[in-house]
């Protein structure tokens, strides 16, 4: 089906809906490619507005496409797993699945150590810590937010590197010698915020996954607390599980 039949049962939002998933289907939109406007659409299929947006929004609370305000409606790229076995940073999984990785940092500098953070990392309340706060995309499209709190006694002067181009996990033991053996970590499901959610492309009160993580070094010392919040449109959560005796 390649065009809106008006002499078919089948009602004209699904017609359009089969258009343009077929579309995607068949790679003539790829992940990444901009879908034409809503006006653009209601002139080439001959119909209102009202289905379009109906059709669009089908497709978006499928995870199929996604919009970014002020740019317009994108393909989405498939829906990523994410293990619960490992400590892998977002620069080596997405470079794993093919994608290119691109940094936007929102905040970097020296903060004192608020108490919630300063318990987790067993250091006293006000110590000095480094703030990386950085936007993550894959492909272009916004994936995850990070908050990254260092104690910078570990890690003199890390905030001079140039986190947009530069990896932090690679500063890190090259530089510094931290590997980072395990890690203690939290997730819950929660609504975006409207700045969280400007940042990600989504709309206010969309579903995210925000994880808290403690990672500790080979000296077995919690150096960074790490908060992130990623698009739960754009991954799936698994871990592998044994089955019991009993």
Sequence with gaps: MNAID?????PLY??????????????????????PTESELVEDYSVSR???RTVLDMLVKEG???????????????????GLSQIISFTEDMQRRG???STRVLFSGLVPAAP????????????????????????????CIEHSYFVHRHCPGILEHDF???????VKIRKYGIRWTHAKQTIQAINAAQQVAELL??????????????????????????????????YILYSELLGGTG
């Design 14 to 35: 699904q017609q359009l809906y089969e258009i343009l998933h077929r579309k995607m289907l068949l790679k003539q939109w790829k992940p990444g490619d901009r879908l």
């Design 164 to 170: 947009a181009t530069r990896s932090l996990r690679e």
């Design 116 to 143: 919630h953070i300063a318990e987790r990392l067993r250091i006293e309340p006000g110590e000095e810590l480094a703030h990386l706060q950085r936007l993550r995309l894959a492909d272009g499209e916004p994936m």
């Design 99 to 101: 994608f290119a990785v």
């Design 201 to 234: 492309g989504i709309r206010r009160g969309g579903a995210l996954l925000f994880f808290e993580r403690v990672s500790f070094s080979q000296d077995n010392i919690p150096m960074e607390f790490l908060q992130a919040y990623y698009r739960a449109d754009r």
């Design 64 to 82: 199929l496409i996604y919009r970014q305000a002020g740019r317009g409606t994108f393909v989405a790229h498939a829906t990523l797993e994410q």
């Design 50 to 52: 009202i289905t379009v």
């Design 6 to 10: 008006r002499g078919a049962r089948l």
